[in-house]
Structure formats: C-alpha cells, structure tokens
C-alpha cells in the first residue's frame, strides 16, 4: 500500500516528478490532449491481468518538474464495470499495483456536451485529489451558440479550468502550469434527499466507531485476517484524505471522511478499496439496515445519488453559460442547440434508411478492396525482398543446415511477420480516420440489428469483414469493441472468414476435382466455401452468447459524437502505434512459431544412403523410359526430341529426394501418426504433412503438396502438375489399395476443414496479445477443430455412403 | 394528434406515459424512471436519463434498431431492449 507508506517528504514536488492522471469521458478529445502534453515520449503496454491499454508518457512542466502522464481509458463513470472503466478508476484510486497512485488528476471536459461530461467530474471531485480541469471544444460548443465560460466554471468548482485546443495545442502551457498549482476541490453539499442524509450520518458514525475500537482489538473479525481487516477503514479514510489524522484536525472533518466512505458503500461501489469492509460484520448489517430503511421511503441509493449529482450539474451548467444560451426554456436540457447541428444534418444522410446504407456500403467497399487487393502486391514484394535479402546474405555461406536454417528458418520466419505490416497499417489507417471522424459509431449504429442477433455488436463488422481478408488484422480491429464479451465473441468467431489464405487452397481442390463443373458451378462452390464459414461464425456466436460469455443484458450505449475531421498526425500515430504492438508482441511468437514449423519439416534430415539410393533408383527408372523411347519399334525422327533434358531429369530426381526428406521429417512422421485419425475424413498421410504444414499459414498446403507429390515448387496459378500428380495417386497398400486417395468426396471433405479449422499459428499469436493469454487461443484451437473434425467427418461419412 | 410517423407510438400530446422504446420519431418527452437490473439502471442514470431530462428520439436504425435519442445536448443510442426500461412522460 504505497499510498499510506509514502513519507511525507516525498511529495511530488521534492520529488521533482509527478504523476499525473489523464481522466474524461470518451470522445472527449483526451487523447488529443495527451499527445499534445507528451508527445512523443509515449509508452503502450498492457495492464497486467486485463485486455486495456497502458499508454503513458513524459511531459516537462514550467520550473524544472516533470511529470509521468497515465491516460487512462475514456469513462463514463467511476463506478461501472466495464474493465476499461474499472482499470481507470482503480488507477485513480491507487488500487493497482502497476500504476503509482496519482498526484494531481487532469480531467477533460468537453464544453459541447457539458453536463454529462461534468458527472464524472462530479465523481473525481469525491476523490480528494489534486485536480484540474481542461475545458476542451469550446469552439464547437460556440458553434452551437453555448459560450463556456471557463473563468464562471473555475469558480464553481474552486480548481483551475483550463481552455484547450488540443490538435492545436492551444493552452498547453496553461495547463503545464495549473498542474503544478492543481488543488483539491471542495465537496459541494450533494442535494441528497434528507433521508439519505440521515442514512449517509448514520452509517459514517457506525463506520467511525468501529475504526476508533479497532485499535482496542475491539474489530468483530476473527482469525489471522483480523489485523489486516481492521485496518481496512483506516487505509481507507487515510487514502481519502492525507490529513485526516493530523492532530487537532476539527471532529467534522472527520466524520465527513467516514460519511464518504459510507456513500460509496451505500451506492453500491465494490471497488477492490471497499470489497472487504462491505462484507465483514458489522458493517453488512449497518449497510442492509440502512438501504432497507431508504427503500420502506422509496428511495434507491444509488439512484438518489446520481440524481443529485446530476442536479448538482445543472445548476453548474446554468451558472457557467453566458446568459444567451437558451438553459431556461421548456427545454431547459435538451435543447442546447437550437439549430440543428452540422453533425445532425450530415446524420440525416450518412444514416438515412437508403443513402447511409450506401454510403455504409462504398466505405465497406473501399475498406476490404484496400485490404484485399491494394495491400497484396506489396505484401508479395515484401516477401520477395525479404527472400531476396536472404539469399543475397547467404550467398557465401555452403549449401547444408546452417544456409537452409537462414533462409528458411529465419528469414522466412522474419517474412512471416512482415508481411503482415501493409495490412495491419491499412486497415488502422482506416479504422483511425473512421474513429476519429465519428463514423465508425455511426457505423456500428446501421449494423447493430444484424451482428446483435447472435450475440455481436455493431462494431465487431469491421473486424469481421477485414478477416475476409486477413484474421490478423481483424482480431486487431475488435479492439474498437468496448464491450469485453462481445469482444471475445467477435475474437472467437473472426477466424471463419475464409481469409485470402484459404483461396490458394480453394482454386486448387475446386480447380483439380470438379473440372467437368465448369466454371460458374466451380464458384458456386467457392462461394459455398463463403457461406458456410459466415454460417459457422454466425452459429458458435449464436451458442456463445448463450454459454460462455453469458452475463447480464449486455448494455448497448452507443454515444454518437460530433463530426470532426481527422488530425494527420493523430492518424498516423495511431497506425505506427498499432503496427509496432503487432510487430514486438505478436511478431515475436509469429517467429517463433515459424522456425519451430521449419524445423519440424526439415529435421531428421534424410540419411546419406538413403538419398543415394532415390537418386539411383530414379536414374534407373529414367533410364528405363529412354531404352523404352528408343526401342519404340520404327525409327522415330522425333524420339531423340521426346527424351527429356538432362536439367529436368536432375531436377526430377532432387524433387524425389524432396518428397522422401519431407515424409522422413517429423512433420512428415506427424502425417503418419495422423493417418488413423484422418482417415475416416477420407485423407492420408500425405495430406496430413500439408495440414501440418498448413498451420505456417494456410497457403502453404499447396507448396507442401508440391514437395510431397514430387513436382516441385508451385508457382501461383500454374497448379496442372500438381493436380495431374494429385488425380493419379493411388493407395498403394491397405483396404483401399488400388483406389484413388482423391475424390471430389475427399476434396469437399477437405475443403469443409479448411474453412472450419483453425490452423494458422499467426491467428493463435494474435489471439494471444489480444486477449492477454495462452486460455482463449487454446480455447479456439481446440472448440474450431473439433468443430472442423466433426463436420468434415460427416460429409466424408455420409457422402461415401450416398456416393 | 400524431406528430410523428411510428406506427407503435400513440402518447403524441397525451398525458400518459410509455416506455422509452415506444416513443416515435421526432417525438419528446421527460424521463420519470428507469428500471433494468441495477447495472444498466445506473448506466443509464449516469448517462442523464434522470431528473426528468427531456429526450428526444432522433432516428432508428435503418434495420429498426438500436434508436437514436438526443439528451443534455448530446446524441446517443440504445437497443430497444435497454429503451423499454425507460419510463417516460411524452410532451406534444
């Protein structure tokens, strides 16, 4: 408890380093304010334990002091539950033990939507903290015809209020200086109604009482807990205000400490501060006593707060406005814009019934044609360049492990992680403009009907749609979900988009076993491959909203911010940001993940006399074929021409080499070891290396089909050598000797698994940042192929049943 | 007399009262309670459904849902599942 251990010297200005606490709502222009007080001496990480980001950065104030700015999540409230809202309140209180309590707390207030934002300045006011407050969009506040007046604000709150503009970085100064000069509002007396009054009295004697007899071990708590349970008020009044035991400090003061205290718990407030005195005896009972009594009167005690909070506010509201503003019509509340607004006339076409559908629809457009195909050719260029690179710095080192551990172990694994940059910086390029702009509300506004129905949110259909192209960068967009279990249903559900990494393996079986279909039934096929995993996503999450993120009524409350243009520099921080959280804390496990992918499929290396062997057993064979051409009956002007070039006969038997080294490896032997159980799916063990192989990323099914059936690499769209080689392919031994391993039946069996399973380590990777754990990931790992096993398993069972 | 074009809203001018979620298009009234488990009942008191705060209901969703409503100067929605549980006094 650092906060009541801290010796009084150590105030933040001997200290010469505060820390300062960057509170407000959302869309309050916070973040704005934030890069504007620290620029770019930013840090992003996570809080431990939970999916909310840490952002906090240096900032020099006037005197030679410095302060440590935490941002913390936007806020509606100090009280409700939202992990976001929890973590931010817990900083504020000193609660976490990864954050230093703060010193001074700077809230932001947006002066266009004035009264809400000032409940949580409501809240922070019971705080006892330092405070100040930074008055931000004033100009569009004056565009609604409502004059801020900060000096009137200033006043009736008793601390510094600051006009800001943040993006133009207007009144950072001021605000540096108010920081060092911030002082501890004075409570204002809560229109509370008397009774609750009454209660607030009672319960703070009871609470006083209590704390002042467990000095004399008085405290009815038994056992060992019981020293630290005692002292469970006492840190807490000492945590409300730092004086509130200094000698000679008048009776009331006091009191009004433990009166707080009693508020809190009566309204209900859990926080992690107030969890055990709430609960242990007697202070239960007092609590139940006193809410009973108010509740025989009508009175909610939480409901009665907040109402007198917000009455609080409107007479502030009324006193800080110039006398112009229309505070005292009929509409005293509502209407503090009399005109309609820019944003209520842009909203009357950007979600109109028909035009914002197709507006909504062209953005969708340009997003997922941006991702899909825009972002493709430098994702291949990077490839090839990273490859490129490789070689080039490999090129003195000798053919063997070492050269093939580099190129292929390492810098393809590099590759494996890059190539994910074009997309990823995309796709928060638009997600930032769309956030900041206020569209993607307006956006999660049209699609809410569709996505809430199994248990989504409106916001979770970015996401969703980017993983149409990608998953990586469509789990990294479900962080625009405040909500955590519709988050993680989204996170969950995300993968069954059929990613441009399914489509090689797509064309492939499509294109190899369903030739006589012709090509309009061939897409219908393809779009089947669509449908079903949309279907899949749409079920789990449908099963998911039932079971696992089971909870109360998930509250929808979408605030539709005003309109603004986006600020270059806010935008392009946000993707460097985003990228660069990819790149160290999802790139690393990437990595990893890849060069043990490669190691599987390159060790135990095929020994010395086994290779030669292939090779003379090929060179005989070869030889064969050419006394065959030659002995063809007649004299044959043209058979010279037929036998095949020195070059493709080597080459042909280095590819046979390659087939044998991948069946010896141990991703080959995984292939075997597999068979049994992907047998009654109708595969063998040369498609379980591919499904092996397939978890680097989907894609490279076709490459490793390439290498086990022997025709070398596969280029894209030049996949006839491997699809005459897949058609020709025979059981060899067992029950099914002499029949073909492929069918259209196996093919549609496998086409089913890749578009249900999980098999891409750099969605594990992601899923596991994002979600801040191993659980999740392994969680969807094994619920996506099981539900890829069985699925496949029935279509291969009753198909050959029917067929 | 109906001022607005939603087919569930009758309380247009009259005196009586109805839930959130069936107030019309275009149409005002002043909240008088909010009910709901205690977490979205807080919610909503917080975001100033309180206090006889005047709403308004802006649009609904081209789908019919969530509903946009405008209060204390700003623009919010909710699905009509968290709107029925505000109780409200429609005025003409």
């Known amino acids: 408890m650092s906060s009541c251990c801290t010796p009084p010297t150590d105030t933040p200005t001997a200290r010469g380093t505060m820390t300062v606490a960057l509170a407000g709502n959302p869309n309050c222009g916070k973040t704005t304010l934030f890069n504007a007080l620290t620029g770019l001496r930013q840090?992003?990480?996570?809080?431990?334990?939970?999916?909310?980001?840490?952002?906090?950065g240096r900032c020099k104030l006037p005197r030679g002091k410095r302060a440590d700015v935490i941002d913390l999540p936007g806020t509606y409230s100090l009280i409700s539950r939202s992990p976001d809202e929890q973590v931010a309140m817990e900083v504020l209180r000193g609660l976490r033990k990864d954050s230093p309590p703060p010193d001074v707390v700077v809230v932001v207030v947006d002066a266009s939507n004035l009264q809400r934002n000032l409940y949580l300045v409501s809240q922070l006011i019971e705080l006892g903290k330092p405070m100040v407050v930074a008055l931000n969009m004033i100009d569009i506040a004056q565009r609604r015809g409502l004059n801020v007046s900060a000096e009137k604000l200033q006043k009736e709150l008793g601390v510094p209020v600051i006009p800001v503009v943040g993006h133009k970085r207007r009144g950072i100064a001021e605000l540096k200086q108010a920081i060092l000069d911030a002082t501890v509002a004075p409570t204002p007396d809560w229109p509370l109604p008397e009774a609750m009054r009454e209660e607030l009295l009672l319960v703070g004697g009871g609470?006083?009482?209590?704390?002042?007899?467990?000095?004399?071990?008085?405290?009815?708590?038994?056992?060992s807990a019981k020293s630290e349970d005692a002292s469970g008020i006492r840190r807490l009044r000492l945590r409300g205000s730092a004086d509130a035991d200094r000698p000679g400090l008048p009776q009331r003061a006091r009191l009004d400490t433990y009166k707080a205290i009693a508020e809190r718990l009566l309204i209900g407030d859990r926080a992690a501060d107030l969890q055990r005195i709430a609960a242990q005896e007697p202070v239960a009972t007092l609590l139940s006593n006193a809410s009973g009594r108010l509740q025989t009167l009508g009175i909610d005690p939480m409901q009665a707060d907040v109402e007198a909070h917000y009455l609080w506010i409107e007479g502030v509201a009324q006193k800080v406005l110039d006398p112009g503003a229309p505070t005292t019509d009929d509409n005293r509340i509502l209407s503090y814009a009399p005109a309609r607004t820019l944003t209520e006339r842009v909203d009357a076409i950007f979600i109109h019934k028909f035009w914002g559908l197709l507006i909504f629809a062209a953005i969708m457009g340009l997003?997922?044609?941006?991702?899909?195909?825009?972002?493709?050719?430098?994702?291949?260029?990077?490839?090839?360049?990273?490859?490129?690179?490789?070689?080039?710095?490999?090129?003195?080192i000798a053919d063997g492990p070492l050269k093939d551990l580099l190129n292929d172990g390492i810098f393809n694994g590099v590759g494996a992680v890059v190539v994910f940059v074009p997309q990823i910086a995309l796709l928060f390029l638009f997600l930032a403009v769309l956030e900041d702009t206020g569209y993607l509300a307006r956006a999660a506004f049209l699609m809410d009907r569709l996505l809430s129905k199994v248990g989504l949110h409106g916001k979770s259909f970015i996401p969703l749609l980017s993983s149409f192209a990608c998953a990586i960068?469509?789990?990294?967009?479900?962080?625009?979900?405040?909500?955590?279990?519709?988050?993680?249903?989204?996170?969950?559900?995300?993968?069954?988009?059929?990613?441009?990494?399914?489509?090689?393996?797509?064309?492939?079986?499509?294109?190899?076993?369903?030739?006589?279909?012709?090509?309009l039934r061939q897409a219908g096929i393809m779009l089947a491959c669509y449908a079903l995993g949309i279907v899949a996503a749409a079920g789990t999450a449908f099963i998911f909203k039932r079971t696992l993120t089971k909870g109360p009524a998930t509250s929808f409350i979408l605030e539709l911010p005003t309109y603004k243009l986006p600020q270059i520099s806010q935008v392009a921080r946000q993707v460097w940001i985003n990228t660069k959280a990819f790149l160290t804390k999802a790139g690393t496990v990437i990595f990893c993940l890849s060069v043990i992918l490669w190691a599987m499929a390159y060790y135990p290396r095929l020994p010395e006399t086994r290779i030669q062997s292939i090779r003379q057993q090929v060179e005989l064979s070869q030889a064969r074929d050419r006394i065959d051409v030659s002995n063809s009956g007649k004299p044959d002007p043209m058979a010279y021409s037929r036998i095949p070039l020195v070059q493709k006969l080597d080459a042909e038997r280095e590819q046979r080499v390659a087939a044998a080294q991948a069946e010896y490896s141990l991703s080959g032997r995984l292939g075997h070891l597999m068979e049994p159980a992907i047998r009654p799916l109708g595969y063998d063990w040369k498609i379980g290396i591919g499904l092996v192989s397939a978890f680097a990323a989907r894609e490279v099914f076709v490459s490793s089909m390439g290498i086990v059936y022997s025709v070398g690499e596969v280029e894209e769209g030049k996949t006839a050598d491997l699809a005459s080689a897949m058609r020709s392919d025979r059981y060899?031994?067992?029950?099914?000797?002499?029949?073909?391993?492929?069918?259209?039946?196996?093919?549609?069996?496998?086409?089913v698994w890749f578009v249900l399973a999980m098999q891409c380590m750099s969605t594990?990777?992601?899923?596991?940042?994002?979600?801040?754990?191993?659980?999740?990931?392994?969680?969807?790992?094994?619920?996506?192929?099981?539900?890829?096993y069985?699925?496949?398993?029935?279509?291969?069972?009753i198909g050959s049943r029917i067929v | 007399m109906k001022a607005c074009d939603f087919a569930a809203c009758n309380h247009c001018g009259s005196p009586e009262t109805c839930n959130l979620n069936q107030l019309g298009i275009g149409c005002r009234g002043s909240v008088l309670a909010v009910g709901g488990d205690?977490?979205?009942?807080?919610?909503?008191l917080e975001m100033g459904f309180c206090n006889g705060a005047h709403v308004e209901v802006v649009r609904r969703a081209p789908l019919g849902d969530p509903i946009e409503f405008r209060l204390r100067g700003y623009h919010l929605s909710l699905r009509e599942e968290q709107a029925k549980y505000v109780r409200i006094a429609p005025s003409a």
């Open chain 1, 790 to 797: 069985v699925v496949a398993l029935a279509v291969y069972q």
């Open chain 1, 207 to 223: 609470l006083a009482i209590l704390d002042s007899d467990e000095q004399g071990s008085e405290f009815g708590v038994q056992g």
């Open chain 1, 367 to 396: 997003l997922f044609v941006t991702l899909f195909w825009l972002a493709k050719p430098i994702m291949d260029g990077i490839q090839d360049g990273i490859k490129a690179l490789g070689l080039w710095t490999t090129s003195h």
């Open chain 1, 473 to 519: 960068p469509g789990i990294m967009a479900t962080r625009t979900i405040e909500n955590r279990r519709e988050r993680l249903a989204t996170i969950l559900v995300a993968p069954f988009m059929s990613c441009s990494a399914r489509l090689p393996v797509y064309t492939l079986l499509i294109g190899t076993f369903f030739v006589s279909y012709g090509p």
């Open chain 1, 732 to 751: 060899t031994s067992g029950p099914r000797a002499g029949q073909p391993v492929w069918t259209p039946l196996v093919a549609v069996s496998l086409l």
């Open chain 1, 43 to 56: 840090k992003v990480a996570n809080y431990p334990g939970v999916t909310v980001e840490k952002k906090t």
């Open chain 1, 764 to 788: 594990f990777a992601i899923v596991r940042r994002e979600t801040n754990g191993w659980r999740w990931p392994i969680f969807m790992l094994v619920y996506m192929n099981a539900l890829a």
């Open chain 2, 38 to 44: 205690i977490e979205l009942r807080r919610r909503l």
